[in-house]
């Protein structure tokens, strides 16, 4: 009798425990058709579905072995809108092709015509059609356009905002975030947070223009788009974005400096990494057997070292010949001229699996955040050749850290190239490396355990109300308290005003007495 009441107290306990498991329907919105914006995404959606929620991505890329729980919705389109084919290395032969407002409307075209793809997406219409489920948590992008944010208006439901890069000019206003010129480069920047005057004054120029820019350009047409598609009734996208319960930035102090971020503002830098997998033998191989270590080359997925312009490939195998250590470099093409026997070439690498290696002496890298976070992550120094976009702010930022070396691709001779890899393999780099990646490392709890921990706590608490930062709704001149300075300065005129009105009386009183006994 003892044993089955044991039995039956343990089977309650049981169902008691599964009672309070709660499973959350969680819908994403991802219509950007970058891949690497993807791959900071992902891991948090499918971590979702791994905890039991019932989770639903909408995007230009289908998990190619879901989880249960896991739904695709995919859009149609990518080759019509993506730069995934490659960019050419000969747009940045001769200096940096785009500048920062060149940069801004070239993310304008590209939101815009991500939106309209993915409003007119068959899938997407059909879902949007037969979907009658109601949503607990809707997780999207921030990025170049705020479409999915009327996309997701749709579904009446709290929502996370995700940015795959350091936050955007426009996003510290609908987070409640102090965004200070001063320390804080815009994300297109070429500096860390340690910036002389003129790039200060520069980069309160660029900040304030952007944010017009976005407002009067970009809100605009996206609610154009949303109208057209959708129908009327949407709100204003500007406003709409003030309704973001929590924004999760792959972004981490360590390595972009700490700023003054609200509860609602939350640092997931890393979240793509992942355990260290087995590599392949020949790998390994080549990396355990390296007596005087390795460097690695790789410009990540988009930039194709392969399209580098003749005299630059000769530049760089010529200062690669003079080192002793062994180079793995990603080079998409079967065939590498006049290579020397210390470089091997492969078309893809496990980038992350391979620059944890204790073999890895310096990454030669384009400065993207994915690849930026595995080298602080690593622990390992970098030569870096940012080649567009925030990775000139990346650069920089590694730069200040002592962990490496800005090679811009216009002065890549053979000279500056060993150069740069001789201060690279210095001891005080690899030093100032290893003290930025203990940082980067040592957290209270992995940046995925972090983002579904906050996922199902905005989920749980109908949108996360109390993360609201009343800054996000005061006027911008209350935000600034210029209605109070503007009382300071009336009563200080004022007070000048009457002092100086009470002085002239008494010069004045004072010169007609003075008359009066002449």
Known sequence: MTQILGHFISFMLIISTIDRITCYNILGIFIHPGKSHFDMFYPLMRGLAEKGHNVTVISHFPDKNPVPGYTD?????????????????????????????????????????SCEKALTSRSLQKFMKQYREKFDLIILEQFNTDCPVGIASKFQAPFISLSSCAMMTWHYERTGT????????????????NMNFIQRAKNWFVIHSHNL????????????????????????????????????????????????????????????ISEQKTLSPDLQNLL??????????????????????????????????????????????????????????????????????????????????????????????????????????NAAAIVHRGMGVLLPFPQMTTENIVSALKQALSPEMAQNAKKVSFSFKNRLTTPLETAIWWAEHVAATGGGPLLHSR???????????????????????????????????????KKSEKEKYQ
């Open 73 to 113: 919705v995919v859009l149609e389109g990518l080759s019509d809108i993506s730069l995934n084919n490659g960019v050419d290395l000969e747009w940045f032969k001769d200096q940096r092709p785009l500048s920062h407002y060149t940069e801004i409307f070239f993310l304008y075209s590209w939101g815009i015509n």
């Open 178 to 193: 102090p965004l200070i010129p001063s320390y804080m480069p815009i994300v297109f920047s070429d500096h860390s947070e």
């Open 213 to 272: 820019i976005y407002k009067w350009v970009f809100n605009p047409k996206a609610n154009d788009l949303l109208e057209k598609h959708l129908g009327p009734g949407i709100p204003d996208v500007a406003e709409l974005v003030k309704k973001t319960s929590l924004m999760m930035v792959n972004q981490h102090y360590s390595l972009s400096a700490p700023k003054p971020l609200p509860p609602g503002v939350l640092e997931v830098g890393g979240i793509h």
């Open 288 to 393: 355990d057997t390296a007596e005087h270590g390795v460097i690695i080359i790789s410009w990540g997925s988009m930039v194709k070292a392969d399209s580098m312009p003749d005299d630059k490939r000769d530049a760089f195998l010529s200062a690669l010949s003079q080192f002793k250590e062994r180079i793995i470099w990603k080079w998409e093409n079967d065939s590498l001229p006049n290579k020397p026997d210390n470089v091997y070439i492969r078309p893809w690498l496990p980038q992350r699996d391979i620059l944890c290696h204790p073999k890895v002496r310096v990454f030669m890298s384009h400065g993207g955040l994915l690849g930026s976070s595995e080298t602080a992550y690593c622990g390992v120094p970098a030569v870096v050749t940012p080649m567009y976009g925030d990775q000139f702010m």
């Open 471 to 509: 800054a996000i709704d005061l006027p911008w001149y209350v935000y600034h308290s210029l209605d109070v300075w503007a009382l300071v300065v009336s009563i200080l005129i004022l007070t000048i005003f009457m002092w100086v009105r009470i002085i002239k009386r008494l010069c004045k009183a």
